[in-house]
């Protein structure tokens, strides 16, 4: 396989990944998240401090999961392969609806996101990092640091 060939043989497993990682979300699947969250991962959010590993991620996505139906939705502008290592930036949105009723909340910016190759080849997301493209201080009612 050519260098190249390898580079976009990667880039697709890690789009991959982000479907079954985004589908995962839409879905409610806690148990499919645990699986698709590596042990050290760390959430950088908006104005808050770092969410470090994956209870920590999952308390914080279980408790935003009983209270709205998520979609999310993933532009990648660029993502680059290094060997064990993989970045990626873009744009994003997100939707949510309140299960209680109410208005939906809706955000959109720029996310980074770094990847590390498991013993299997595949790839697992390591750091998440977002930013709204505008100033609006509403993340606070979407993620809980506790």
């Not at 991620?57 to 993933?74: C, G, K, N, P, Q």
């Not at 939707?95 to 013993?119: E, F, P």
Request: hydrophobic residues 40%; charged residues 25%; aromatic residues 6%.
């Amino acid at each position: 396989m050519t260098q190249e060939r390898a580079e976009r043989a990667d880039v697709a497993a890690i789009e991959d990944y982000n479907r079954r990682l985004a589908a995962a979300t839409s879905n409610g699947d806690l148990t499919a998240l645990e699986q698709l969250i590596a042990v050290d991962h760390v959430t950088l959010p908006p104005d808050q401090a770092p969410v470090v590993g994956r209870d920590a991620s999952i308390a914080i996505m279980r408790d935003a999961l009983e209270r709205f139906r998520v979609t999310e939705i993933h532009r990648a502008t660029k993502t680059e392969v290094a060997s064990t290592l993989a970045y990626q930036w873009g744009e994003f949105s997100v939707s949510l609806v309140a299960k209680s009723g109410g208005q939906t909340i809706s955000r959109s910016g720029k996310y980074l996101r770094v990847y590390r190759r498991c013993a299997d080849r595949s790839w697992i997301m390591i750091v998440d990092s977002f930013s709204a493209n505008h100033p609006d201080g509403g993340w606070d009612e979407i993620v809980s640091v506790k």
